[in-house]
């Protein structure tokens, strides 16, 4: 099935001064739109914006043409994979699965990076295990969105080969919108590419704009 989500007319204030401001975009099923920007620039903010946990003086969302201000209590529509991770430290792998997804647990089973580690704590992984973990968990529901935040920080570049293969795959039930520093890796993932500056998005279409906005050297 095909899934349409429109963001408009994002204004939001904080109270150190900055502002995300006149943010519009649309993301569809088989999207994979990445966000870049340098720290600081209102990536993070975005996202937890259009997520709806974050509020904001104007925003227009909808989902397949109908309005939704706050996503992620519209069952089945997006799910977030924030910075900070989420998990309980003191439950197993297997244990978070097994809450996540009640039968089928292949996925996980025969996976090279996780089969292991099924009988460890969260508190037990290293930082790129559990980052890996955490996403092909968001990726694998069956929310029609997932906005995921720093997809592949801490990655060992093995675990990283096998992190863009599942957001990948997962573009083609999911449309996708991800913020990261590693811009050279998703370069040939993504299918639209956007910078975030001074609190607004700017169409990116090679990367010589990216190096003329500072982002790129």
């Given at each position: 099935m ?8 994002i ?6 001064g ?9 993301c569809e099923t088989?999207d994979i ?6 720290n600081?620039?209102?990536?993070s903010?975005l996202?937890?914006?259009?997520f709806?946990t ?5 925003k ?9 201000d706050?996503l992620?209590?519209v069952p089945?529509a997006v799910?977030?994979?924030p910075q ?10 297997h244990?978070?699965i097994?809450l996540y997804?009640h039968?089928?647990h292949s996925?996980?089973?025969?996976d090279?990076i996780?089969?292991n580690l099924?009988s ?5 992984l290293?930082?790129g295990?559990?980052?890996y ?9 069956e929310a029609?969105?997932a ?5 592949l920080s801490q990655l060992?570049p093995?675990?990283k080969?096998q992190?863009?293969?599942?957001i990948k ?7 996708i919108?991800?913020?990261?520093h590693?811009y050279?890796?998703l370069?040939?993932?993504?299918t639209?590419?956007?910078l975030?500056?001074?609190?607004s998005l700017?169409?990116?279409?090679c990367?010589?704009?990216l ?6 050297p």
């Amino acid at each position: 099935m095909h899934n349409t989500l429109e963001v408009n007319s994002i204004y939001k204030s904080v109270v150190s001064g900055f502002k995300l401001s006149d943010i519009s975009l649309i993301c569809e099923t088989g999207d994979i739109i990445g966000i870049f920007g340098r720290n600081g620039s209102g990536k993070s903010l975005l996202l937890k914006t259009i997520f709806g946990t974050t509020d904001a003086e104007n925003k227009f969302i909808k989902i397949n043409k109908k309005i939704a201000d706050k996503l992620y209590l519209v069952p089945k529509a997006v799910v977030h994979l924030p910075q900070q991770t989420f998990l309980p430290k003191h439950t197993t792998v297997h244990k978070i699965i097994s809450l996540y997804f009640h039968k089928d647990h292949s996925d996980f089973t025969k996976d090279p990076i996780l089969r292991n580690l099924l009988s460890l704590k969260v508190a037990e992984l290293s930082a790129g295990e559990l980052r890996y973990f955490e996403l092909k968990l968001i990726l694998l529901t069956e929310a029609k969105f997932a906005l995921l935040d720093e997809p592949l920080s801490q990655l060992s570049p093995l675990i990283k080969e096998q992190a863009l293969h599942l957001i990948k795959k997962a573009s083609l039930q999911k449309g996708i919108i991800l913020c990261d520093h590693d811009y050279f890796s998703l370069s040939t993932q993504i299918t639209h590419t956007l910078l975030m500056h001074a609190g607004s998005l700017k169409k990116i279409r090679c990367e010589t704009e990216l190096k003329f906005w500072n982002y790129l050297p």
